[in-house]
């Protein structure tokens, strides 16, 4: 059996790769050759080229046909269409942010996104509402229409080796630095799904085995449990044997945790029943073993400071701007505390609990 994974060298990748050769396929990765990784091994057969365009997808793969395409990287639209006739089955992977609401919180009434999130939830409809979002459902849709039976899955933050944003970056280099202050908005209590690299592998791979029962689906996927941001600061902390103290900041004033907190505040939490009915999905890596695993990873993979990565991260680790930051609202918040020590309303439960029988109320006039 021959399979053809476009991309293969990202954090589920190797993963998906490394899971058809154990299923009997013989692998070929479709990529464009940047960069090159040890977890692919020598028997897979690699095409460099462009996946982006329809001209260099079809320069690529010629003629040839595959009796699975396993489409996680380029444009997925081109790639399906590219396919057409040439391929037994097309499982696809997209991204959440097809979802009204996702980028535009407002767009929904109450603003946000429903908890959780349910793969029948309101897409983003057109263009003008937002073009980013609408060209990912209608990549959806071109998918659909191109392939029948395929499978499609919409990822969350992807987090493990090889991730060409990975904001645990942003805590890890921090306490590395010596900081032992972790600027976090709203406290941290923010809940974003996320997805370790072997654990979204796992949910595509269970497609590959069940093709009637996937066939012509749309999966949400992620990990059994999500973690808010502070318990994610709080797990890499302990596993770099690190106190650390998180600071509450409004999330207008946490500038610094914008990358942590992928630039919003509203809960984005997706709801996963139907990949685990349908295809019997459960975490292959528990999710807090899985940023154990992170961790240790970038720990020994540093990103360079200032390079490329840390470019993509948009975080200027401005320690000097956080210091100031924290000491300000920290001063006014010791200012506001005669205010904001004020007890209002009752210092009891409002539930009447009589002492003695046949009373009307108790010994608090409830």
């Known amino acids: 059996m021959q399979a053809l994974v476009v991309g293969g060298t990202g ?8 899971g058809l050769r154990d299923r009997g396929y013989h692998v070929t990765i479709f990529h464009r050759g940047t960069h090159e990784i040890p977890e ?13 365009f329809r001209e260099t997808i079809d320069a690529a793969i010629g003629s040839r046909s595959f009796d699975l395409v396993v489409a996680t990287y380029g444009r997925i639209r081109h790639v399906a269409e590219a396919m057409i006739g040439r391929t037994g089955r097309f499982v696809a992977v997209g ?18 996104l429903p908890i959780p999130v349910r793969e029948d939830a309101a897409l983003v409809a057109t263009e003008e509402e937002q073009r ?21 899955f919409r990822y969350p933050y992807v987090y493990g080796p090889y991730q060409l944003v990975p904001r645990e970056w942003c805590v890890i280099r921090r306490i590395l630095d010596g900081r032992r202050q972790i600027v976090l908005p709203d406290a941290g209590l923010a809940l974003l799904t996320h997805g370790y690299a072997e654990n ?7 497609a590959v085995d069940q093709p009637e029962v996937s066939a012509g689906q749309i999966y949400n996927c992620g990990d059994d449990r999500q973690l808010s941001l502070a318990q994610i600061v709080e797990l890499i902390a302990h596993t770099l044997d ?11 004033l946490a500038f610094s945790a914008g990358p942590l907190a992928l630039g919003g505040h509203h809960h984005t939490l997706l709801d996963l029943t139907k990949i685990r009915n349908q295809l019997g999905y459960r975490d292959v890596v528990p ?8 961790t240790r990873w970038y720990v020994e993979h540093p990103p360079e400071p200032g390079g490329e990565i840390e470019e993509r991260l948009g975080d200027p680790f401005d320690y000097a701007a956080e210091d100031e930051l ?20 009752l210092d009891h439960h409002p539930y009447p609990h009589p002492t003695e029988a046949g009373l009307d109320r108790d010994h608090r006039n409830r």
């Open 326 to 345: 924290i000491g300000r609202f920290q001063a006014a918040m010791s200012e506001l505390a005669p205010v904001a020590g004020r007890r209002i309303g």
């Open 40 to 52: 692919i091994p020598e028997d897979v057969e690699h095409i460099h080229g462009d996946p982006h």
């Open 11 to 18: 954090p589920t990748g190797p993963f998906i790769v490394n």
């Open 200 to 206: 979204l592998a796992h949910g595509v791979l269970l």
């Open 132 to 152: 980013f979002s609408w060209l990912m459902a209608s990549t959806e849709e071109a998918v659909m229409k191109a392939h029948p039976g395929a499978a499609m």
């Open 95 to 112: 991204g959440f942010a097809t979802y009204r609401g996702f980028i535009q919180p407002s767009d929904l009434t109450p603003a946000g």
């Open 287 to 294: 999710a807090e073993e899985a940023l154990v695993r992170t």
């Open 242 to 252: 690190r106190e650390i103290e998180i600071i509450n900041l409004p999330h207008q």
